[in-house]
């Protein structure tokens, strides 16, 4: 459900988390944690990555400072899980 939603939404950043997306996936049915279908998003968040800083030059000496901002991106996807009355 969630890959389809990202597939069809028109930003550039759900082409980003599409990815992430299906190698939480990927990974999680390496450990054989379930089925791809059947497996759910817990968590999504982003958090900020490092700043890279660099400079672009000006007129008369002088220099621009420019920062390269960068992000980390975490998917955490799980199985249902089973629940039965006794």
Sequence with gaps: MALAMLKHLPRHAARVIEKVLRSA???AEQKELGDSESMR????FVNCGPIY????ARSMGRA????KRTSHITVVVEAPSVTGKS
């Design 25 to 27: 996936v990927a990974n």
């Design 41 to 44: 998003v817990s968590k999504a």
């Design 53 to 56: 800083k660099r400079f672009r």
């Design 64 to 67: 621009n400072a420019i920062q």
